[in-house]
């Protein structure tokens, strides 16, 4: 069966410090992912995607980027965090079935 | 620009009772939907989903209505039990793009 990493589950950063967040699918192979952000009392907001190695689509202007070394892992990454990146971050899979799965998340705090 | 809203922030329900959750879209050419749970410091988990060919899809306790003219879906819970509380989102994709927009959420709290 297909599960998803994430890790780690809590984060809490400076601001201006680096961040480097990782997300791992088995079990299924060439799958979409993707990187969601919920910010505290909102909703999921797409931050990137791909459908394959290196490609990467952004969605929204921002302070972070992501990539994809692996088939089956997906990296977001930030050289200097701002307060503004504080959120609930989610990694998700998608293989065709039009059903995205998420992973558990990681709640990032940046002071 | 939120291209799928769902304007009631929060649902207060008795168990045992009936809930619906609603969620509205702007795009004409989101063709697919779908409805995730999400408890606190968790991912989403998948629920049901529609095709916009269909208007109606039942899986359980669980029957999602489609309104095309209306650009309006909805999610209904019959019956409420009390772990059902969590929040609700609904999500549009335009199939084949890869890409899903989600709404702000619904949180529910079904009262025992």
């Known amino acids: 069966s297909q599960t998803i990493h994430q890790w780690p589950a809590t984060l809490v950063q400076p601001v201006g410090s680096p961040l480097s967040l990782e997300c791992t699918v088995e079990?299924?192979?060439?799958?979409?992912l993707y990187w969601y952000r919920q910010a505290a009392g909102r909703g999921l907001q797409l931050l990137f995607y791909s459908v394959g190695i290196g490609q990467i689509s952004s969605e929204v202007p921002q302070n972070l980027s992501a990539s994809r070394p692996q088939d089956r892992q997906f990296i977001l990454s930030s050289k200097k965090l701002l307060l503004s990146d504080s959120g609930f971050y989610l990694c998700?899979?998608?293989?065709?079935?039009?059903?995205?799965?998420f992973g558990a998340g990681t709640r990032l705090s940046v002071l | 620009d939120q291209q799928v809203k769902q304007n009631s922030p929060s649902l207060s329900v008795q168990e045992g009772r009936i809930s619906i959750l609603n969620c509205d879209y702007t795009?004409?050419?989101?063709?697919?939907f779908l409805w995730y749970k999400k408890y606190p410091a968790e991912g989403p988990t998948f629920l049901i989903s529609i095709s916009s060919i269909k208007d109606k899809n039942e899986d359980g306790r669980f029957t999602v209505f489609l309104n095309k003219s209306a650009k309006h879906l909805s999610l209904h819970i019959v019956p409420s039990q009390p772990g059902d509380s969590a929040v609700y989102f609904c999500a549009a994709s335009v199939l084949g793009t890869y890409k899903y927009i989600f709404g702000t959420g619904t949180r529910l709290k079904v009262l025992a």
């Open positions: 998700a899979w998608e293989t065709g079935s039009n059903i995205q799965y």
């Open positions: 795009n004409s050419m989101f063709d697919y």
């Open positions: 079990g299924t192979s060439n799958p979409n």
